[in-house]
Each structure stands twice: as C-alpha cells, then as structure tokens.
C-alpha cells in the first residue's frame, strides 16, 4: 500500500491549537488511509484523533511532516496539506 | 501579614473600582473515588462513560447558546472547538479499553488518559510548550469528569461575604456563575482584554485586571485590595492615603463619571477664556478605539504596537502587521493616529544567538533595538505607511536618545518610502515623524532636534524613572518615583518651551497626563496636547473648561517655586478641588 | 525551587488522623518539626499563628487544597510539609468544601520575602496542573506522591 509524505509549515498565529486540531481531525476521518502528522522525525500523532494532535503543541513556523498510508494516501495529505496552508480558516 | 502596600500592574480588562478583602480561588477539580471496578460492573461503567459524554456534548451546545446572547459570536469559538474534541473517537476507544481491559473505573480511565497527554505537552521544551492548549485540553478532561459525577457544578465560588476574586484564571463557567451581589471585582494572573473573564465581566459592570503576572501566589484570602479596573492597576494592602483616593474615585465613577461622560462628549476641549487643547488617547489595540471616542477624545495620541510582537511565537510579518494598522486608521477616520515603532527589549523579544543583557531596561530596546534589527524595522515601516492611505498617520520612535539615532531611523524611514514608492504603492507621503522624549539626554536637547523632528511626546514614566533612577516596580523604592518632583516639572516645562519656539506640536503621553491631579498645572506649564487613557478623558476635559489658562499658569508657577514632591501634589490637590469640587 | 526539595520524605502525612484544621495542622508542624530536626519549633505558637491567620482568610482554594503558610523564627530557610486527609478537613475553603490534601510552608522571617513567595509559587503551580490533585488524593502510596512530585519538578513550568 502506498505512503505518502509531505511537509508543511504551520503559519497559524496560534499554532495548532484547540480549533485547528479539530478541523485537521475532521478533515484526515474522511480518509480510509492512516494518517499521522509529525516533527522533527518523531513518530507523530494520529491525525484522526484531535486530542492527540493537540499534544504536538505546535506553535506557529512549526514545520509538519504530514504521513499517510493506504489507497487514498495521496488524497489524504493533499487535503490535510492545504487546511494548513489555508491557515484552518481563521485568519 | 502586616506586609507594606504593593502596586501591581495589569491590563484594565472591566472599567470601574472596587475595594475589599480579596478570595484566592484555586481551579476546581472532581476527585477520582474508586480506581477500580469489578469485572462484573465493566458494562455498567461504560453505559456511564457514554450517558456522560453524551451530557458534556449537551452541556456545551446550550453554553455555546447562553453564551452567544449573552456575550457575542466571538466568544463563542471558544466552546466549538472543545465539542468536537469531546467527540474524539480515539479518545473514546481507549478510556472503553481502560474500563474493560483494566477494570479502571470510568474517572480514572479518563484521568489516566488525559494524564498522558498532558505529560505528552509539558514535556515539549519549553520553547514549545503552549500553555494554553495544556488549559483547553483540561476543560476537555473537567468536563468529562464533571457529568461522570452526576452533572452538578464543582468549584462554584461560594462567597460568604463582598470580595475580590483572585485566581490564575476562570473557567468561562465560573464567571458566567458568579454571585454578581458578592462579587466587588476580579483579578486573574491570565487572560486579555478579549477573555472571556474580560467580556464577561464587562458585560456585568465588575471592575477587573487581567493578565497581572504572579499575583494569586503572592495575595492570601483575607488581604485587602483595591481593583482599579479602568487603568488595570491592583494595589495590594493599601495604605490610608491610597484608600481615600480610590474610595473618592470609586464614588467619582460611580455617581459621576458616567453622567460626565455623556455630557461631555461632544463638548470641546477648551479653557474658559477659549484656549483650544487637544485630547487624545493612549490605546494599546485597535479594538479600544471605539470605547476611547465614546469618551470624547479627538484621536488617538499613543497607539503602542507592542501587542502585535508579544503574541505567541513570532515576529509579526507585514501582512499582519497592516492588517491591525489599517483596522485602527479604519476607525478613525480622519482623526489622527500617533503610532509608535515597537519599544520592546531583549527580556520581551529575546533575539537568537544574541547574549542576553545584564540590564536590558538600559541596554538593546526600543528605537536601539529596531535599528539593529532592520528588517524587523523595515517591515513595521512598511505597514504603517502601507495602512496610512485615507487616514492621518503619524509616525514616532521610542527611546530616542541622540539625534544621530533619530537620523539614522528617519534614514530607514525614508528609504522605505523610496521603495515603497517604486513598488507603486500607494501611501500617505507626508506623514509626520516625531519621536517619544523619555530619555532625560534628549529632553535637555529638544531645540537640537527640533529642525528635524516634527513632533515631541513627552513620555513621563520613563522620564520619571531616568530622570529620578528609581525603578517604580521595585517596591522599596517605589515611592521615589515622583510626577511632582521638581525636577520633572523644570524638565516638562523646559520641553514645552523650547518645543513652542520652534513650532512644534508637544504632547504629554505618559500617565502624568491621564491624572486629573497634574491637569492644571501641566496646563499652566505649557501643554496643550493631553494623550491619556480614555476614562479620564471626560474628567480632564472638565478641569481644563473650568479655568482659565492665567489661573493654570498661576498654579504652575506657585509649583515651580515649591521645593517638596509631596507639598506640591499637596498643592495642587488643593487648588485642583477648588476649581472643581469633587476631582480627585 | 522544586517540590521534592521543599518537601522531605519525612514530611510526608498520607493519613492525616483528625478531621478539624487545628489538629491536622498540628499533626503537620509536628511532621515539620521531626523531619527537618527543628527540636527548639514550638509547635502550639505555631499553630496558634496559622489558626490565626486563617481566621482573616482561608488558605483553602477550593477543589480540595490548602496551602496554610507561616513565618517560623525555629525555621533556618523554607521548608515544607504535605498532609492527606482521606475524609477531609473543614478549612473554610472558598467553595465551602473539605480540604483532603494540605501543604504547610514554614519560613525564616530573617530571610528575603522572595524565597517565601517562591515555595508559595511552587506549590501553587504544582496544584493547579490539571492532574496532581486528583491523583494525588488517589494515591494508594505515599511512593505514588512523590512520583507525582517528581513529575511536577520535571516539567519546566511556563
């Protein structure tokens, strides 16, 4: 099965805080594929889950490593990708 | 404690005054009773778990409603976010396992669970940590917790008799709850002045000071406060001076503050005998314009744009940057806008690779630090001048000690315009520079700047703690620091003077401004700019209406012959209340 | 400061026996009084001082905690004692509920005011972290509390 990586800064003024994990998390749960986001090559949390991803405690110019694996893989990150580009819709 | 009076310093988050004991409130918590559980109750407890996280999402969704009428839309994010995280089916999953796989009752199979996430947090490095979200995910966990011990309220505060609230911070629960007729005001260490402590409070007319730093450590249930929710100032075991003068300004606010400012509003700020001065405001956000013109200023006469380089994580960019600028100018409207670049130091806006300084209140802030940073400086040029367009702007630097320093920033300044002008942008060209004199060495010089300065604004609590060396946060020596010491008065009055002789426009923007105390004698030595913070507004437009500048003049005068601090507060407390019964 | 240094393992009361604040607060300056070797404490004026002050202004914060603080001229520096109480002890909190777990600071009066503000600094963000309360009332050791201590030091507070 596929695996797909991609990176991306976080540019959100707040970082990834309690709105934009929720909004990530809704995003990755359309997906079939596993999906986890990371830094600094740490194994990451389950993008799925809002909470976990609550504990990267990421804060703005965190860099993201965005990885999934599963047949829409590829989808998958793209989408997550561009919500963190589009800054969650906040600013 | 029979401890002397402290002064603390806040973010005026609800206008008013109150005085009484204080209560430190800690954060409430629901206890785990049993750890554990029988295998045979394993069903049971997980038909609890889901009963309870069905009634935290019920709980929120009619908050997210009481609280959208009751406060406004914005607030409202607040309580989004943590219903969607209450729904984590992840996390779900594993407190079911807890329960069945481990027999742990449903409380601690969650605490064990946010127990890992919250050491998941903490043991980020502490450049990474977020405080906050470590708080948000703990309302997660409370909530939870909450309806799994059957749905009532826990850590209610429950007052016996008037106090002052003081706590780190409150839930939006706790003061939504609050027994308004027990409640005289609020203190939290966190919060802003758009918190939920903030709104709320104002909504309820509670006086309260956010964002104070250490101060529910430091203040023990019992001590007696005062809440100066309209400068954000705790006073700390006041003395009877100090009581007096809040008791009369509560009384002030109360009965006469409000009616003043409606009558006011519209009135024109002159003396009797038709003396035009000006009155502006010292403002830190642009969300405080509104508020500040329903107090009658004309515009805004300090407009600090700290806000934007303390927020978490990063130096602001250009975009952002323009974005608060063009909001203030938006507005104001034609009414003038007096920004100042940045006047921060190494302590606030530490700089990478940079040895930190042993004394960074003498060392790289400011103006020094802009221009040792000058792209920093360059993008805040950039977007105050790109914001200018259709408004009237003008630009002052901080902490200018030199006038090699203000050249050498006019220098940056007028090199952002050339490229500004290449890149065809457009922007207001004629925007006047001036610069803060807080620095005693370019107090003594204002004629030497005046050729090339177009402005002053005299920035007294600087002045003050240079002129005097006193360092007015350090509580022992605290009292030194003293507007009416001779000193300061010669030097307001030598910067007006050489100011109006070359023609340029002088303002006082430090806190000796927005005290009704120092009005008539600031008057009397030459000021005819006031920037002070909104409330006072109304008060100081009265005093300057209620005399004639031969009778300011007279009392500064009286004061400049005076030896003693003290004696000529004295004074001029005296004279004041002559003029006007009833001020301060 | 760290919580396992102002508090020694001596000082450590996981079943506090009385149910009123004078006698845990007793059982407390006694604790203190053993564990740092301060034989000359007089444990009844100290006491007296804490009730007295309490008096003025409860030290209960609510959610179960108390944080009853005393200058102590028997006292070289700052020193700490932790009590437990498992059927909670009237203190006259705030939110008018028992206080289960107690943290008593003694201090020199012949130091700097810093040093007391600190250890109140100290056990006041220890208590506020959203699980030492709670685990530390369920703790089935008191092994289990200092871990929790522990955990607290290792985390850098903001």
């Given at each position: 099965?596929?695996?797909?990586?991609?990176?991306?800064?976080?540019?959100?003024?707040?970082?990834?805080?309690?709105?934009?994990?929720?909004?990530?998390?809704?995003?990755?749960?359309?997906?079939r594929?596993?999906?986890?986001?990371?830094r600094?090559g740490?194994?990451?949390?389950?993008a799925?889950?809002?909470?976990?991803?609550?504990?990267?405690?990421?804060?703005?110019?965190?860099?993201?490593?965005?990885?999934?694996?599963?047949?829409?893989?590829?989808?998958?990150v793209?989408?997550?990708?561009?919500?963190?580009?589009a800054?969650?819709?906040?600013? | 404690?029979?401890?002397?009076m402290?002064?603390?310093e806040?973010i005026?988050?609800?206008?008013g005054?109150?005085?009484?004991?204080a209560?430190?409130?800690?954060?409430?918590?629901?206890?785990?009773?049993?750890r554990?559980?029988?295998?045979?109750a394993?069903?049971?407890?997980?038909s609890?778990?889901?009963?309870a996280?069905?009634a935290?999402?019920?709980?929120?969704?009619s908050?997210c409603?009481?609280?959208?009428?009751?406060?406004?839309?914005?607030?409202?994010?607040?309580?989004?976010?943590?219903?969607?995280?209450?729904?984590d089916?992840?996390?779900?999953?594993?407190i079911?396992?807890?329960?069945?796989?481990?027999?742990r009752?449903a409380e601690?199979?969650?605490?064990c669970?946010?127990?890992?996430k919250?050491?998941?947090?903490?043991?980020?490095?502490?450049?990474?940590?977020?405080?906050r979200?470590?708080?948000?995910v703990?309302?997660?966990?409370?909530?939870?917790?909450?309806?799994?011990?059957?749905g009532?309220?826990n850590?209610?505060?429950?007052?016996?008799?008037?106090?002052?609230?003081?706590?780190?911070?409150?839930?939006?629960?706790?003061?939504?709850?609050?027994?308004?007729?027990?409640?005289?005001?609020?203190?939290?260490?966190?919060?802003g002045?758009?918190?939920?402590?903030?709104l709320?409070?104002?909504?309820?007319?509670?006086?309260?000071?956010?964002?104070?730093?250490a101060?529910?450590t430091?203040?023990?249930?019992?001590?007696?406060?005062?809440?100066?929710?309209?400068?954000?100032?705790?006073?700390?075991h006041p003395?009877e001076?100090?009581?007096?003068?809040?008791r009369?300004?509560?009384r002030?606010?109360?009965?006469i503050?409000?009616r003043?400012?409606?009558?006011?509003?519209?009135l024109?700020?002159?003396?009797?005998?038709?003396?035009?001065?000006e009155?502006?405001?010292?403002?830190?956000?642009?969300e405080e314009?509104p508020?500040?013109?329903?107090?009658?200023v004309?515009?805004?006469?300090?407009?600090?744009?700290?806000?934007?380089?303390?927020?978490?994580?990063h130096?602001?960019?250009e975009?952002?940057?323009?974005?608060q600028?063009?909001k203030?100018?938006?507005?104001?409207?034609?009414?003038k806008?007096?920004?100042?670049?940045?006047?921060?130091?190494?302590?606030?806006?530490?700089q990478?690779?940079?040895?930190?300084?042993?004394?960074?209140?003498?060392?790289t802030r400011?103006?020094?630090?802009?221009?040792?940073?000058?792209?920093?400086?360059?993008?805040?040029?950039?977007?105050?001048?790109?914001?200018?367009?259709g408004?009237?702007?003008?630009?002052?630097?901080?902490?200018?000690?030199?006038?090699e320093?203000f050249?050498?920033a006019r220098?940056?300044y007028?090199?952002?315009?050339?490229?500004l002008?290449?890149e065809?942008e457009?922007?207001?060209?004629?925007i006047?520079?001036?610069?803060m004199?807080?620095v005693?060495?370019?107090?003594?010089?204002?004629d030497?700047?005046?050729p090339?300065?177009?402005f002053?604004?005299i920035?007294?609590?600087?002045?003050i703690?240079?002129?005097?060396?006193?360092?007015r946060?350090n509580e022992?020596?605290?009292?030194?620091?003293?507007p009416?010491?001779?000193?300061?008065?010669?030097?307001?009055?030598?910067?007006?003077?050489?100011?109006q002789r070359?023609?340029?426009?002088?303002?006082?923007?430090?806190?000796m401004?927005?005290?009704?105390?120092?009005?008539?004698?600031?008057?009397?030595?030459?000021?005819?700019?006031?920037?002070?913070?909104p409330?006072?507004?109304?008060?100081?437009?009265?005093?300057?209406?209620?005399?004639?500048?031969?009778?300011?003049?007279a009392?500064?005068?009286?004061?400049?012959?005076?030896?003693?601090?003290?004696?000529?507060?004295?004074f001029?407390?005296e004279?004041?209340?002559?003029?006007?019964p009833?001020a301060? | 400061?760290?919580?396992s240094?102002?508090?020694?393992?001596?000082?450590?009361l996981?079943?506090?026996?009385s149910?009123?604040k004078?006698?845990a607060?007793?059982?407390?300056?006694?604790?203190?009084?053993?564990?740092?070797?301060?034989?000359?404490?007089p444990?009844?004026?100290?006491?007296?001082?804490?009730v007295?002050?309490?008096?003025?202004g409860?030290?209960?914060?609510?959610?179960?905690?108390?944080i009853p603080?005393?200058?102590c001229?028997a006292?070289?520096?700052?020193?700490?004692?932790?009590?437990?109480?498992a059927?909670?002890?009237?203190?006259?909190?705030?939110?008018?509920?028992?206080?289960?777990?107690l943290?008593?600071?003694l201090?020199s009066?012949?130091?700097?005011?810093?040093?007391?503000?600190?250890?109140?600094?100290?056990?006041?963000?220890?208590?506020r972290?959203?699980?030492?309360?709670?685990f530390?009332?369920?703790a089935?050791?008191?092994?289990?509390?200092?871990?929790?201590?522990?955990?607290?030091?290792?985390?850098?507070?903001?």
């Open positions: 099965m596929p695996t797909v990586e991609r990176q991306v800064t976080l540019l959100n003024n707040l970082g990834l805080h309690v709105r934009p994990a929720a909004r990530l998390a809704a995003i990755a749960m359309q997906f594929s596993d999906v986890r986001i990371g600094d740490e194994a990451g949390a389950n799925k889950s809002g909470l976990d991803l609550l504990t990267l405690s990421a804060l703005y110019g965190t860099v993201l490593t965005v990885r999934a694996t599963g047949e829409d893989a590829e989808a998958a793209e989408a997550v990708v561009r919500e963190v580009q800054k969650f819709g906040e600013e | 404690m029979g401890e002397g402290k002064t603390r806040g005026a988050a609800s206008l005054f109150a005085i009484g004991p209560v430190v409130v800690g954060r409430e918590e629901y206890p785990i009773r049993n554990r559980i029988e295998p045979s394993v069903a049971a407890e997980e609890r778990f889901g009963r996280c069905e935290a999402e019920k709980e929120i969704s908050l409603e009481e609280v959208e009428q009751r406060v406004g839309k914005d607030a409202v994010s607040i309580f989004q976010g943590h219903f969607a995280h209450l729904r089916p992840y996390m779900r999953k594993e079911i396992v807890g329960i069945r796989r481990y027999k009752s601690y199979a969650v605490s669970y946010f127990r890992r919250f050491r998941k947090i903490e043991t980020q490095s502490p450049a990474l940590f977020s405080a979200v470590l708080e948000d703990a309302d997660i966990e409370r909530r939870l917790l909450k309806h799994l011990a059957g009532l309220e850590g209610a505060i429950r007052l016996k008799a008037k106090s002052v609230i003081v706590a780190h911070n409150l839930s939006p629960v706790q003061t939504i709850d609050l027994d308004r007729e027990k409640v005289l005001g609020i203190v939290t260490e966190a919060g002045p758009t918190s939920h402590t903030a709320i409070a104002r909504a309820y007319g509670i006086p309260a000071v956010v964002g104070l730093g101060i529910s430091d203040v023990t249930s019992g001590d007696m406060l005062v809440v100066n929710g309209s400068q954000g100032i705790v006073v700390i003395d001076e100090t009581l007096k003068r809040y009369a300004q509560a002030n606010f109360y009965l503050e409000r003043l400012t409606d009558e006011l509003r519209d024109r700020a002159e003396t009797k005998d038709g003396l035009r001065v009155i502006l405001a010292n403002i830190e956000l642009p314009i508020s500040a013109l329903d107090y009658g004309e515009g805004i006469g300090l407009f600090r744009t700290e806000f934007l380089y303390l927020r978490e994580g130096e602001p960019t975009e952002e940057q323009l974005r600028y063009r203030a100018v938006e507005l104001l409207g034609r009414r806008l007096v920004v100042r670049t940045v006047d921060l130091g190494m302590d606030k806006l530490p990478d690779g940079w040895l930190p300084e042993r004394n960074p209140f003498l060392g400011a103006i020094r630090l802009s221009l040792q940073r000058p792209d920093m400086f360059r993008t805040q040029l950039r977007a105050i001048l790109r914001a200018s367009a408004g009237d702007v003008r630009l002052m630097f901080p902490m200018i000690s030199s006038l320093e050249r050498e220098k940056l007028d090199e952002v315009c050339e490229a002008r290449r065809k457009v922007f207001d060209e004629k006047p520079v001036g610069m004199v807080e005693p060495a370019a107090a003594l010089i204002v030497l700047f005046a090339e300065v177009e002053f604004s920035g007294t609590n600087d002045l703690q240079y002129a005097v060396a006193v360092d946060v022992r020596i605290a009292p030194l620091y003293q009416t010491h001779p000193a300061i008065l010669r030097m307001v009055r030598d910067v007006l003077a050489a100011a070359t023609g340029r426009p002088t303002a006082v923007c430090g806190e401004s927005s005290d009704p105390l120092f009005t008539l004698l600031l008057l009397g030595l030459g000021l005819r700019e006031f920037s002070v913070v409330p006072a507004a109304p008060e100081i437009k009265k005093l300057i209406r209620s005399v004639t500048l031969d009778d300011a003049k009392i500064a005068e009286r004061a400049l012959q005076m030896t003693d601090a003290k004696a000529i507060a004295h001029l407390q004279r004041t209340r002559e003029i006007l009833g301060s | 400061m760290k919580m240094g102002l508090f020694h393992r001596k000082a450590f996981i079943d506090l026996e149910d009123d004078r006698g607060l007793r059982e407390l300056v006694e604790a203190a009084r053993t564990a740092y070797g301060l034989s000359r404490l444990v009844g004026d100290v006491v007296d001082a804490i007295a002050r309490e008096k003025l409860s030290t209960g914060l609510g959610g179960g905690v108390a603080h005393v200058k001229s006292v070289k520096s700052v020193v700490g004692a932790f009590g437990r109480s059927r909670g002890v009237d203190f006259g909190a705030v939110d008018g509920e028992p206080v289960y777990l943290f008593l600071i201090a009066p012949a130091r700097p005011e810093e040093e007391f503000m600190e250890a109140r600094r100290c056990v006041a963000l220890a208590v972290r959203p699980n030492f309360c709670k530390a009332r369920s089935k050791t008191g092994k289990e509390i200092e871990e929790l201590f522990d955990e607290v030091d290792e985390v850098k507070a903001p």
